[in-house]
């Protein structure tokens, strides 16, 4: 059972442009909602977090959207950029930021310059 | 700050050897680590989480006998990957929780296993 559903797999976004990436969650338990980034051969690097009791985080460019009511939350890449060209994952925990993390299964992004 | 070390990055051996892979924690103590596992475009999947001082914690599905963890100290778990097999060609990736409350895990750059 796959607890946390991530679309899409990958994902072309012109430079400049809003790349969006979509998860979805299924136990309610879960209160912890980080993005990753990684880039090949390394490991991810915590991008932003957000917890239920917001429905918006937002730190530069990158945005988090939440969804309580729908269980689905979002990641908004403004003004993307080649650089931003990495696999990017969410996840889901219960508790305190820290405790064992569910992956969604990653959405490849490429930007074009 | 929080940086995790992994060691080795790669490391290529015969079907039948034991192969160790150290995580370390290296401006922080860690009481508490986690083992990941990767496989090529696929997803992280939580193999284990490793406490200081006390025996591991597994994820259903995970061998224990297979995958031997070891956190002996506060900077320092092991995972150690007996017999290893082709199949158990991955990226092993660990990660580490600092000892304040509520701080996210911090990623080490994992270890390419490949098993011939």
């Known amino acids: 059972q796959q607890q946390v559903k991530q679309s899409p797999q990958s994902l072309i976004v012109q430079k400049g442009g809003i790349s969006i990436i979509n998860c979805a969650y299924e136990?309610?338990?879960?209160?912890?909602f980080p993005w990753y980034q990684q880039f090949p051969g390394k490991g991810p690097a915590l991008l932003i977090a957000?917890?239920?009791?917001?429905s918006e985080k937002k730190e530069g460019r990158f945005t988090i959207s939440f969804n309580k009511s729908a269980k689905q939350f979002s990641l908004h890449i403004m003004d993307s950029q080649p650089g931003d060209s990495a696999t990017y994952f969410c996840?889901?925990?219960?508790?305190?930021?820290?405790?064992?993390?569910?992956f969604g299964k990653g959405t490849t992004l490429s930007v074009s310059s | 700050g929080a940086v995790v070390s992994q060691h080795p990055s790669r490391v290529i051996c015969k079907s039948g050897t034991s192969v160790k892979i150290e995580c370390r924690s290296l401006?922080?103590?860690?009481?508490?680590m986690f083992w990941y596992r990767q496989f090529p475009k696929q997803s992280l999947m939580l193999m284990a989480t490793?406490?200081?001082?006390?025996?591991?914690?597994?994820e259903q599905g995970v061998e224990k006998d297979k995958f031997l963890i070891n956190h002996a100290s506060l900077t320092l778990s092991t995972l150690t990957v007996t017999s290893a097999h082709p199949e158990d060609s991955s990226f092993y990736i660990c990660?580490?929780?600092?000892?304040?409350?509520?701080?996210?895990?911090?990623f080490g750059d994992g270890t390419r296993l490949s098993i011939l």
């Open positions: 401006d922080f103590q860690a009481t508490t």
């Open positions: 957000i917890r239920p009791d917001v």
């Open positions: 136990n309610t338990a879960f209160d912890y």
């Open positions: 990660s580490a929780k600092l000892p304040m409350s509520n701080q996210p895990q911090h």
């Open positions: 490793s406490n200081e001082g006390s025996k591991a914690t597994y």
């Open positions: 996840a889901a925990s219960k508790g305190e930021a820290g405790t064992a993390l569910i």
